[in-house]
């Protein structure tokens, strides 16, 4: 029996949020905020939603 990761819409959207505002000042320092916040909303939610923040106590 494998085990699979654990994948959830939560970490989806937090992923998304805080990749989004470190994307953000990462952007403004190299001139284009915009391109920041899509690159790190990109890179966040598919980080999170593999990590999965999700309950401390699952089964």
Same mark, same amino acid.
């Given at each position: 029996?494998? =085990?699979?990761?654990?994948?959830?819409?939560? !970490?989806?959207?937090? *992923?998304?949020?805080l990749g989004a505002?470190?994307? %953000?000042?990462?952007? =403004?320092?190299?001139?284009?905020?915009?391109? !920041?916040v899509v690159l *790190?909303?990109l890179a966040g939610?598919?980080?999170? %939603?593999?990590?999965?923040?999700?309950?401390?106590?699952?089964?």
């Amino acid at each position: 029996m494998t =085990r699979r990761p654990h994948r959830n819409r939560r !970490g989806l959207f937090l *992923g998304a949020v805080l990749g989004a505002v470190v994307g %953000y000042f990462a952007g =403004r320092a190299l001139g284009n905020p915009a391109i !920041g916040v899509v690159l *790190g909303m990109l890179a966040g939610s598919a980080l999170l %939603y593999r990590v999965n923040p999700g309950p401390w106590n699952r089964p």
